[in-house]
């Protein structure tokens, strides 16, 4: 199982840890955007319902800004800001 980081364009940037748990998703999505220039998106998908509250409490401690959340079949996507 490997995480799977990769910049789709100049400002957008993809994050797959689907099979990861606490506190992992959130340790590799600050590490993410701490990569990630100023006003790049990052799109997060994990398969952890718990590691989603940790997801929103790093947005708020970071100051980044969630522009969509969904759930589709056990599988969550997360589409953040960098500000």
Excluded: W
């Excluded at 789709?8 to 993410?32: E, I, N, W």
């Excluded at 409490?57 to 522009?67: F, N, S, V």
């Amino acid at each position: 199982m490997a995480v799977k980081f990769e910049k789709l364009s100049d400002d957008k940037y993809f994050l797959d840890v689907r099979g990861y748990v606490c506190p992992h998703p959130q340790m590799y999505t600050k590490k993410a955007m701490e990569k990630m220039p100023k006003e790049a998106a990052l799109e997060v998908v994990l398969d952890n319902p718990s590691s989603c509250e940790s997801i929103f409490d790093l947005c708020k401690i970071e100051g980044y800004r969630i522009i969509d959340y969904k759930e589709e079949g056990g599988v969550f996507h997360f589409l953040l800001r960098k500000e």
